[in-house]
């Protein structure tokens, strides 16, 4: 009797603290309710606080361009066909014939001084006669070309006004973080001011250029918003909103900014010399691998930049080598190519700068002078080494690769010049090591273990080499259509 009555007692106690625990959960549901509110408030206020703080300097830009006209009704009737007179009348008669047309097309833009400068997108006023700026309160000006970036997809426009107009201030985007709240405004699609809030998504996001740095977000982006500014809550500008990734052409949350430190770099030359001036070494490099580190002396983790080409240019003068690992640019750690890339084009031209490269085992300091690759774009890589010995066996299978010396007929047939030397690959054994990391027939070996190649038995050599030192793969440098690009292939074929 006691025990039930105990355990009466129990359940009574039991139930209570459900009800107990049930009140405290609709509480605390209430507060975030109230929280989460207060919060969407505050930020609702916020947004649009900054939206009517920075409207003033944000434009919509409207250019037009002159097309060739039509020369006949391509793409509706065969060339030569019956109907094609009667298309070609009907076209006339439409005003579409062969007298050129304007075609025109819309973007974003914002003012980032009083006298009238203006940021865009390069592709939004690229090929345009006539760029028509129109201002948040219905003023139009025509503007000028300052100059513009193909590299970023970044233009300097200019109006001239007799007052000074509202601008907006670049903020630090190396500060922005994933998560951070930022918005977006412009034209999309031709409507007009335009604002779009969210949120940092991601950081240094690469698409296809070689100075890529942009800022993912989910603020909605769509056509015409190309050019406008993506900002921080400070009304700072962080971005260009550039790009969407789109399967529709439609905003799905996944936009593209180029980040404001690049844009402030460019835009600063585009306004000193109405064009950019980016630093250039003269090297071909690649991003160093996890075989390439037991492969390479000296080399203890993945980084830096290997050195596969150096054409006649500043690295060349200053002693630097194919195979040579660069380590740090100007006192910078060299993380990968693509950082490498952006120290070198931010650098200005004509500054001598200390590079530590790692050569045979060893670092070493160059001093490198360094041009501009704007002048240099196009460098013709330079020849290759010394000729192969005319007792040189015909060919070899070795390490899953069937190779042969080059001879005059190999470099017509491969269209090489005459003075290219190395080894070249007949035949891949398709379970081969070498398969997998890519070779092909038709590719030229020009190093092994960072030392020329001019016969079979040089590559014997360097193979044995490489074993007695107790490593378990050997570096190529393979060439193909030209391009070098380094291989570390396993010795255990």
């Known amino acids: 009797m006691n025990g039930q009555t105990l355990s009466a007692g129990h359940?009574?106690?039991?139930?209570?603290?459900?009800?107990l625990?049930?009140?405290?959960?609709?509480?605390?549901?209430?507060?975030?309710?109230?929280?989460?509110?207060?919060?969407a408030q505050a930020h609702s206020e916020d947004f649009a606080e900054l939206a009517e703080n920075v409207s003033d300097a944000v434009v919509n830009i409207t250019t037009s361009t002159v097309v060739a006209g039509r020369t006949g009704p391509q793409g509706i009737v065969p060339e030569g066909s019956p109907f094609e007179d009667f298309f070609r009348e009907f076209q006339d008669r439409q005003g579409n014939g062969d007298r050129p047309r304007r075609t025109s097309a819309l973007g974003s833009g914002f003012v980032i001084s009083e006298d009238g400068y203006v940021v865009t997108n390069n592709h939004v006023i690229e090929g345009a006669d006539e760029i028509l700026i129109e201002f948040f309160s219905g003023e139009e000006l025509p503007a000028t070309l300052v100059g513009r970036d193909p590299n970023t997809d970044?233009?300097?426009?200019?109006?001239?006004?007799?007052?000074?107009?509202?601008?907006?201030?670049?903020?630090d985007s190396d500060l922005a973080r994933v998560g951070d709240w930022v918005m977006a405004m412009g034209n999309p699609l031709g409507q007009g001011f335009s604002v779009s809030a969210g949120i940092v998504s991601a950081r240094n996001r690469a698409l296809s250029g070689t100075y890529d740095d942009y800022i993912q977000t989910d603020a909605a982006i769509n056509r015409g918003n190309s050019g406008g500014p993506l900002f921080n809550m400070e009304g700072e500008v962080i971005g260009v909103n550039t790009a969407i990734l789109s399967p529709n052409g439609g905003s799905i949350g996944i936009g593209f900014s180029m980040a404001s430190n690049v844009v402030k770099r460019v835009v600063g030359q585009l306004k000193e010399y109405g064009e950019t001036r980016r630093g250039?070494?003269?090297?071909?490099i690649q991003d160093v691998t996890e075989d390439m580190v037991e492969a390479i002396d000296g080399l203890d983790r993945v980084a830096g930049a290997m050195v596969t080409d150096v054409p006649e240019g500043p690295a060349?003068?200053?002693?630097?080598?194919?195979?040579?690992?660069?380590?740090?640019?100007?006192?910078?750690d060299v993380v990968n190519t693509r950082g490498l890339?952006?120290?070198?084009?931010?650098?200005?031209?004509?500054?001598?700068?200390?590079?530590?490269?790692?050569?045979?085992?060893?670092?070493?300091t160059l001093k490198v002078t360094l041009g501009r690759r704007e002048e240099a774009e196009g460098a013709v890589p330079a020849a290759a080494e010394k000729p192969m010995d005319d007792d040189s066996r015909k060919s070899a299978e070795i390490l899953g690769l069937t190779i042969a010396p080059l001879t005059d007929a190999l470099r017509g047939e491969l269209g090489l010049s005459d003075d290219a030397e190395g080894l070249v690959v007949q035949d891949v054994d398709q379970t081969s090591k070498a398969w997998e990391k890519g070779l092909r027939a038709g590719d030229v070996l020009t190093e092994a273990s960072q030392q020329g190649l001019a016969s079979i038995e040089d590559l014997e050599t360097r193979i044995a080499e490489a074993?007695?030192?107790g490593r378990k793969s050997i570096l190529l440098l393979v060439r193909r259509g030209g391009e070098p690009r380094f291989v570390a292939l396993a010795l255990d074929e």
């Open 154 to 171: 970044i233009a300097l426009l200019k109006v001239e006004t007799d007052k000074p107009l509202k601008f907006v201030q670049f903020g």
């Open 316 to 332: 060349k003068e200053a002693g630097m080598l194919a195979g040579d690992v660069i380590l740090s640019f100007d006192g910078k």
């Open 467 to 469: 074993k007695d030192a």
């Open 341 to 364: 890339v952006k120290m070198v084009g931010n650098a200005p031209v004509g500054e001598i700068v200390r590079i530590t490269v790692l050569r045979d085992g060893k670092t070493q």
């Open 280 to 284: 250039w070494l003269g090297v071909r």
């Open 21 to 39: 625990r049930a009140t405290w959960l609709t509480l605390l549901a209430a507060v975030l309710v109230i929280a989460q509110t207060m919060t």
């Open 11 to 19: 359940v009574a106690d039991r139930g209570l603290l459900v009800q």
